[in-house]
């Protein structure tokens, strides 16, 4: 790249939000040049003290942004944030709205009070019956059927990621970028709202158009009918389980070549397409004995150079050991406060051939109150009011 690709820097996010929805959307504006000013309550963030699989979340979602502590149950903590506020383009929040309100930042008043102003609400509904629910991203999985259609029948089962967490900050993001194009010709603000739900409701929405379609409801993945005649996982000879598809009548060809399996391709049975995958119940199991007497990396070779798809079933760690990943460019490092540093991806495209490795360090709690707050001219006493009480890990 000739030049950094910072399209956004110059714009100030003020974010106000926790676990990832919202964190999520003011990384990305980040990654994109954004200056990004998380506030945080006396005490940090909660996320921040999670174990186990939330250990990751703070981190991760929060690298390269500026940390200012303030509380706001006091007034001199909401005079400085609208101080805050009167110097920024966008705001990021995922709170309800009643706890919005009570801070004096709730959108309505945030509308009146910056004109220009763009707020970006990351919520667990839109608008209409569920508004005021609370939601979580396996809540949202079990309403819409895709925890449904991710398990076998009677067994749902969330994805494995937080990908409507992440989506929905996506489209938060997403949703900025617009308002920001408008504002530049109107001067005016907008108020954007995420929906958790809504997000997993569009990720769920070929299946929901298939039963509108067809009239009957699609199975859930592991049960699905197939459109192919090879599409499954199989196991080689040293236990290791490889996905092998053939969808065209190229790679199915040319899989049973690979596999010894000519006979296929001679017998009368299998002649069409819907006669190959008619035939799954007895040419799959042949396939896999075909693959258990093999080694999948070898495998692998053969069928990369064929262009078929494939892969061995990784693991996320397995990821720091790709070569693919770890290419260079693939991956950011960042700091955390305590000197701790860990790996993560960068975003997913290129510009001129490279990719945002962005990320940056991860703040402490409040590490930024002083000078961001100085700099609106604040005074010690005034900033020593505002922000409370200093953080301390539980």
């Known amino acids: 790249m000739d030049q950094a690709f910072l399209p956004l820097a110059g714009l100030r996010v003020v974010e106000m939000s926790h676990m990832i929805m919202g964190p999520s959307c003011g990384m990305f504006l980040g990654f994109l040049g954004a200056e990004v000013i998380k506030v945080e309550p ?31 149950a006091t007034e001199s903590g909401r005079a ?8 920024a383009d966008v705001f990021v929040e995922n709170f309800r709205d009643s706890a919005l309100a009570k801070a004096g930042a709730d959108p309505e008043h945030l509308r009146k009070q910056f004109p220009g102003l763009i707020v970006a609400s990351c919520k667990g509904f839109l608008s209409g019956p569920y508004q005021n629910r609370t939601a979580l991203d396996e809540v949202v999985q079990m309403m819409t059927g895709l925890a449904y259609m991710t398990g076998p029948t009677g067994t749902p089962l969330r994805v494995g990621s937080s990908a409507n967490d992440i989506m929905g900050g996506l489209f938060a993001a997403f949703s900025v970028l617009a ?5 530049g010709k109107t001067g005016r603000g907008r108020e954007m709202r995420v929906g958790l739900f809504e997000n997993c409701l569009l990720l769920v929405a070929q299946h929901m158009v298939q039963f509108e379609l067809e009239g009957k409801n699609p199975p859930p993945m592991p049960e699905r009918e197939f459109s192919w005649p090879i599409y499954d996982i199989f196991t080689d000879r040293n236990g290791r389980q490889i996905f092998v598809g053939a969808v065209t009548e190229g790679q199915w060809k040319t899989v049973c070549t690979l596999l010894g399996l000519t006979d296929f391709l001679a017998d009368s049975r299998l002649a069409t397409r ?102 609106l001219g604040m005074d010690d006493a005034a900033i020593a009011g505002a922000c409370g009480e200093r953080a301390v890990a539980p």
């Not at 939330?54 to 940390?67: D, E, I, T, V």
């Not at 308002?179 to 504002?183: F, T």
């Not at 007497?293 to 790709?322: N, T, V, W």
Request: hydrophobic share 40%; net charge negative.
């Open 274 to 375: 819907m006669d190959q995958i008619e035939a799954r119940s007895w040419t799959i199991p042949l396939v896999a004995e075909k693959i258990a007497a093999l080694d999948a990396d070898a495998l692998g070779r053969q069928f990369e150079a064929h262009g078929i798809p494939f892969s061995p079933i990784a693991k996320p760690c397995d990821m720091y050991q790709d070569p693919h990943v770890m290419r260079p460019g693939g991956m950011a490092t960042s700091q955390c406060a305590d000197g701790t540093r860990f790996r993560a991806p960068s975003l997913p495209f290129e510009v001129d051939g490279d990719m945002l490795t962005g990320g940056g360090d991860v703040p402490a709690p409040g590490q930024d109150t002083e000078e961001v707050l100085a700099a």
């Open 42 to 72: 006396p005490g940090g963030d909660k996320t921040r003290w999670l174990t186990g699989m939330g250990r990751p979340m703070f981190p991760l979602f929060n690298r390269g942004k500026k940390s200012v502590q303030l509380d706001l």
């Open 179 to 183: 308002a920001l194009l408008e504002r």
């Open 80 to 87: 400085a944030l609208n101080r805050l506020l009167e110097t």
